[in-house]
């Protein structure tokens, strides 16, 4: 079975530019995650859609990040303007089911490192 | 929120015994408790959850205290491969923080 993909696994680029990170969820999850991974502060979650649908962006750093779901088998998280600051490694991650109740395990992607310049 | 708290770091000898700690005093009756590991390079990976119970798997035993304030993944015997930055996690809060990571010496 094909996990959760996601492209690039390496993206350089110059401060100011926009970046775009994109995640492919396994199919039939119905929730998808996005983290960010620095040394500093670990693994951190950004955002997460329940069936497409935002739920909590308050992990989201600033409003030069934004991500959308357009449907389940797609997601983006893109940065724009982009700084060195934002260098790090950004996970997706999907599972089935979402709340407090819920017991499903989360499925990670290889990740994105992303190095601003 | 329910807080989760572990070591930065531990070590191990290979094909012993490791118990790994985490305390998590404040978490909700009804949360899970999950725990994934990070090997280098790569994304974090599930190993093992549980709600009330003690819980096995082919990677690892979860042992829950039975006030639900504390728990101890259980590697029955550390390989090499097992090193890796361990997290433990309430599901309702997916906060990660920075794990335990663990060393394993042959």
């Known amino acids: 079975d094909a996990g959760v993909i996601q492209s690039p696994r390496h993206e350089v680029t110059e401060m100011g530019q926009e970046v775009t990170l994109r995640c492919k969820p396994i199919s039939g999850h119905n929730s998808l995650f996005w983290y960010r991974q620095t040394m500093m502060r670990g693994l951190e979650l950004l955002i997460y859609?329940?069936?497409?649908?935002?739920?909590?962006d308050s992990g989201m750093p600033e409003d030069r990040f934004s991500a959308k779901m357009p449907n389940a088998s797609f997601s983006t998280l893109k940065i724009q303007p982009s700084e060195p600051r934002d260098s790090a490694v950004y996970f997706c991650a999907s599972s089935l089911g979402f709340g407090v109740t819920s017991n499903q395990p989360q499925h990670f992607g290889d990740g994105t490192r992303l190095s601003i310049l | 929120d329910a807080k989760t708290t572990q070591p930065n770091s531990m070590e191990s000898n290979e094909e012993e015994p490791v118990h790994l700690p985490c305390n998590h005093s404040?978490?909700?009756?009804?949360?899970?408790i999950h725990w994934y590991r990070q090997l280098p390079s790569q994304g974090p990976e599930y190993v093992i959850h549980g709600l009330t119970s003690n819980v096995n798997n082919r990677m690892a035993s979860l042992a829950i205290a039975e006030d639900r304030k504390s728990s101890t993944l259980i590697l029955h015997r550390a390989t090499l491969r097992d090193a890796a930055v361990y997290y433990c996690?309430?599901?309702?809060?997916?906060?990660f923080g920075k794990g335990t990571m663990l060393l394993v010496s042959p």
């Open positions: 404040t978490i909700s009756g009804t949360d899970y």
């Open positions: 996690i309430s599901r309702s809060t997916l906060t």
């Open positions: 859609f329940n069936n497409n649908v935002p739920i909590d």
